[in-house]
């Protein structure tokens, strides 16, 4: 079974600031990565997604992550971040052939600070 | 596209109550699930149905917890007796075919449970 790690429980930031969140996975086969955000009071939505490619992904709002193999990580970046980023980030994984059936990690809860 | 609605949005019970939580898909979908959230564990998945049936209930935590779908636009999460450790928010999610790249999950908005 795959497993999700992010070590950052809690992380504070100014706005401009930039950001990497940590998301390592344990998983021996070929996986299907995720970042989830939720801001306050919502669901949570897909960030962006690894299949297969380019081992850099883009996503919305200016995230991307990249995925590096030999590390098991997908860690999550933004040059510069801003207030209204402020919300709860989860790294999923799965394995490639197991469609939705996910596994997040604890996430990581982002403050950024006006 | 009114998304995942879920209910009650805060459900605060005594101990030994039973609870209900609710949750209508976005229509069309296929696939329902049920997630649970905790501080100690994060995310986890509880249940998965298609097309109205369980197909994967490996992670629902004890025999106090049970999920159905009587049909497709609506599905429980029962906890009969409930205890604090069930604290959690629980989400459910949907999407419209099990492969995850052309059709994500859409969650709701969770319910914030308080067993007390």
């Given at each position: 079974a795959q497993s999700v790690s992010q070590h950052n429980h809690h992380v504070?930031?100014?706005?401009?600031?930039s950001l990497e969140?940590?998301?390592?996975?344990?998983y021996g086969?070929?996986?299907n990565l995720?970042?989830?955000?939720?801001y306050p009071g919502q669901h949570l939505q897909l960030l962006l997604k690894y299949f297969s490619g380019d081992p850099l992904v883009k996503g919305i709002k200016g995230f991307e992550a990249e995925f590096i193999k030999s590390k098991f990580s997908f860690?999550?970046?933004?040059?510069?971040?801003?207030?209204?980023?402020?919300a709860e980030y989860f790294c999923a994984v799965n394995a490639w052939n197991a469609g939705?059936?996910?596994t997040f990690g604890g996430g990581t809860r982002l403050m950024v600070k006006p | 596209d009114a998304g995942v609605i879920q209910s009650p949005r805060h459900e605060v019970t005594e101990?030994?109550?039973?609870?209900?939580?609710?949750?209508?898909p976005i229509s069309g979908h296929d696939y329902l699930f049920w997630y649970r959230q905790t501080m100690m564990r994060g995310l986890e998945l509880l249940i998965y149905f298609n097309n109205n049936v369980p197909i994967d209930d490996s992670g629902m935590p004890e025999d106090r917890f049970s999920a159905k779908m009587p049909n497709a636009s609506f599905s429980t999460l029962k906890i009969q007796p409930s205890e604090p450790r069930d604290s959690a928010v629980y989400f459910c999610a949907s999407s419209l075919e099990l492969s995850s790249y052309n059709s994500p999950l859409h969650f709701g908005n969770g319910t914030r449970l308080t067993v007390t």
């Amino acid at each position: 079974a795959q497993s999700v790690s992010q070590h950052n429980h809690h992380v504070i930031l100014s706005e401009a600031a930039s950001l990497e969140l940590g998301c390592n996975y344990s998983y021996g086969g070929t996986v299907n990565l995720f970042w989830y955000v939720q801001y306050p009071g919502q669901h949570l939505q897909l960030l962006l997604k690894y299949f297969s490619g380019d081992p850099l992904v883009k996503g919305i709002k200016g995230f991307e992550a990249e995925f590096i193999k030999s590390k098991f990580s997908f860690n999550l970046r933004k040059p510069s971040v801003q207030w209204s980023d402020t919300a709860e980030y989860f790294c999923a994984v799965n394995a490639w052939n197991a469609g939705n059936m996910l596994t997040f990690g604890g996430g990581t809860r982002l403050m950024v600070k006006p | 596209d009114a998304g995942v609605i879920q209910s009650p949005r805060h459900e605060v019970t005594e101990m030994g109550q039973e609870v209900t939580l609710r949750c209508k898909p976005i229509s069309g979908h296929d696939y329902l699930f049920w997630y649970r959230q905790t501080m100690m564990r994060g995310l986890e998945l509880l249940i998965y149905f298609n097309n109205n049936v369980p197909i994967d209930d490996s992670g629902m935590p004890e025999d106090r917890f049970s999920a159905k779908m009587p049909n497709a636009s609506f599905s429980t999460l029962k906890i009969q007796p409930s205890e604090p450790r069930d604290s959690a928010v629980y989400f459910c999610a949907s999407s419209l075919e099990l492969s995850s790249y052309n059709s994500p999950l859409h969650f709701g908005n969770g319910t914030r449970l308080t067993v007390t």
